[in-house]
């Protein structure tokens, strides 16, 4: 049965990505994660996992209670496929998360009664997944119907023929035992009851083992391929085997992860000795909340000249575009019409006709009929502020960015867009360790452009220690307050709530923050923030009020998000 | 006087289904003459509550969609010119205050703030309407109201009404109706089974949870209509909901393909 409607990817993702080599499938997981979050409820974390060795057997998903990891592995597979695929994987997984009970008892049950119990409650869970959305059915139906296999009696093939026979009405088939099972599996009513399933799942493993089919789990894979493999439904504590813990499973990805990022992180560090230089110390207060009051010169922040050495691997050259080319049909344009003059471009229709009306009631009127455009120059100053602090260079929802490299990229993209309209743009970074230090570093000062030299050092930025932002922003502002531009406006990217290791109550900084944002604001004065952090939404809010923020999900959307946020901070 | 006014008003019962108490408010309101500011996402009902309560309450109804190239004059009127020399016309404000009903502001932080101003003197005790050019003060009507609408969602954080402007005003806050609500009123509107009408709501509340996550605003009762009456003119539901739901609200290709993910997930492929 093909889909109802063509998926249209490659149209899709050609246009929307600006390098060719970008990932079909990691460019597929934000669309597939807005999907399994609506369908789920709440937040399914995707990933691709590859595969080491192609000798290998194939692999399936895993699914765990926070992570559902998808095979990046079979490259037979086109985009459109692996789409279908991926989202046969993820209604399976939310089926499995609603209706399953997690980590049955295994120790006393044969590898091959676990195999014909799982495949019974993945049917079941389906069904009821289908009662929900009736539309899924299809989605799930072609995957049996393409997978299954007639041709010999193996286990194997006895279980796929009975997957397809338990989702398709229409599938007859000639083995009792594939028979058997449909009929002990539409007897049963309440599909809610598990322990029912159960037993029948233990009844046709009975019947299965007696046939004296061959079974060998180490060359079982669970069919068709977007089931998981079902790691999740047991708890195999006797297994010595601990990779099939879905914890360990978790950890496991999680532990290369951070290796791989530990490594890079040390090869950074390597590449660019930081030999800091200490400019300037200024004393700010901070707002303690409990006591309410400002405690003076309570923090010191201490601005470092930026050093780097070696060249960061970015080319000026490859900017991306897409800003400049948004620019076009942006509001961004700094012209606007002036109605009502002594002599223009065009005629003020509105303007003419009050004229020879008050000409005609002999009233006093100036023949300004006219209108022109007026472009405006340098009005405003928009202070960049990056959170660089250890917490950045984790990695963006599924994606393979840190958050400080899209931090960096927003940055970049939107003083290119500020120096190319003709306003006044710096971006500052800061990183602090307890009160007594918050690190505080100029990387592109207000006037100076952006050279090779400069995005490569902004490039080359690292991440360290904590977030104390409440000192951050006074120490901006009083960096911005020397711009004699029209408007000044600060827009701090970040990737979460304020804190640092000698603070231990968690809204105390972000009290701080707030009230280091209300002071700005009170001297005319934008602060904006953009969040890279999907879930940073309650406290962003608390610090910055509503509509005063953005979070960023979608890097493709960025420059789009940009343009909005300067059309903001650029107005009165 | 009153031909003037005859149309404006709403000659058959607007379809409007209650979600709360909103009626009674209204009543309320209306019988104190207090200018009211409905808030709401676009297409969750706001425009037909008032053509409701116009209708119910028998009283014209002077709508004037908001923007923001929108001078005082055409709110309040203008001299032009005619055989005669020059004839003082009423603006659509003006006609309300004058003859009495409902002057309806849609989407009026769009409205430029000093624009804006010319309500002021009619949204308190004073009641009255200045006229500048022509030299006159019109004394509200004692059937004239004044009611503003605004989405409050998708507003750029640049428009927005003056304090001083917005406390003249008591508000309503609208959302979109309960999931079994909405599904009645897509049903009633158009004429498709509950079943399916339950179908399009568990979508579109689907997409409201994106708000913030790339869309700007979820599919609203009237893209939810506009699909069922597609889908009971015998298009099928998905090519239905692509058109009035999907590529309407959206072109985003992430977010078309999780919302087509959605639409395939509630209607099965013929």
Known sequence: MSNHRPIKLNSYYKDFTSQTSVNIRESLMRPLTLLSNGLLGFELKLQLYGQDNSDELPIRPILSDTHLFLPDADLYTSDSDVYLLYRAAIAHAVAHLRYSPRKSFSRTLKPMTIAVVSAIEDARVERLLIQDYPGVIDWFIEFHIKEISCSQLSFSSLISRMNLALIDSQYQDNSYWVNKAKNMFEAQKDLSNYSAFRRLGSILANDMGQMRLPFDPHYYVVSPSYRDDNSFLWDYEDFDTSILDKHEIHDKNLVIQSQQSQDLKTEICNYNVMAEVELERKNYPEWDNRLLINKNNWCTVIEKLFTWTGESNFEANSMDRSILSLLSVSSSDRSHRLRRQWEGDELDLNAAIEGMINRQLGLDFEPRFFTRMKNEKHSSSILVLLDMSESTNELVGNMSHSVLSVEKKAALLLAQLVIHIGDRIAIHGFSSNTRAEINYYRLLEFGEPLDPVVINKIQSATARYSTRMGAALRHAFTCLRQESTQHRAILLISDGAPSDVDVFFNDYLIEDARVAVEEVRKYNTKVYCMAIDSLADSYIRTIFGYGNYRIVDNLQSLPKYLLDIYDYLKMK | ?270
């Not at chain 2, 849609?106 to 703030?113: P, Y």
């Not at chain 2, 050019?133 to 019109?138: D, F, L, N, P």
């Not at chain 2, 004239?144 to 998708?154: A, E, I």
């Open chain 2, 1 to 270: 006087m009153s031909s003037i006014m005859q149309d404006y008003r709403i000659q058959t019962e607007p379809f409007y289904r209650p979600t709360h108490n909103e009626i009674v408010l209204y009543e309320q309101a209306y019988k104190h003459r207090i200018p009211l500011m409905i808030k709401g996402p676009t297409g969750c009902g706001k425009t037909r509550f008032i053509e409701y309560m116009a209708w119910k309450l028998n009283l014209p109804l002077v709508s004037l969609a908001c923007n923001e190239d929108m001078s005082s004059s055409d709110l309040v009127g203008r001299y032009l010119f005619d055989a005669q020399g020059v004839t003082w016309h009423d603006g659509p404000l003006t006609l309300a205050v004058r003859y009495g009903g409902i002057c309806y502001l849609d989407e009026v932080v769009e409205m430029r703030q000093d624009t804006t101003v010319v309500i002021h003197p009619l949204t308190d005790t004073r009641r009255i309407l200045p006229l500048d050019k022509k030299g006159e003060i019109v004394h509200a009507h004692p059937d004239f109201q004044l009611v503003v609408s605004y989405n409050p969602g998708y507003q750029s954080p640049t428009k927005d009404m003056k304090p001083s402007t917005r406390q003249r005003f008591a508000a309503f806050e609208f959302d979109y109706p309960d999931a079994a609500i909405e599904a009645e009123i897509i049903s009633h509107e158009s004429s498709i089974p509950i079943e399916i009408a339950n179908n399009l709501v568990e979508i579109a509340h689907k997409s409201r949870k994106l708000k913030h996550h790339g869309l700007e605003e979820g599919i609203s009762t009237r893209m939810l209509i506009y699909a069922g009456i597609l889908i009971s003119s015998g298009i099928d539901p998905h090519t239905s909901c692509d058109m009035s739901m999907v590529h309407a609200l959206t072109d985003d290709p992430d977010i078309i393909l999780a919302l087509q993910g959605f639409v395939d997930a509630y209607f099965k492929s013929n």
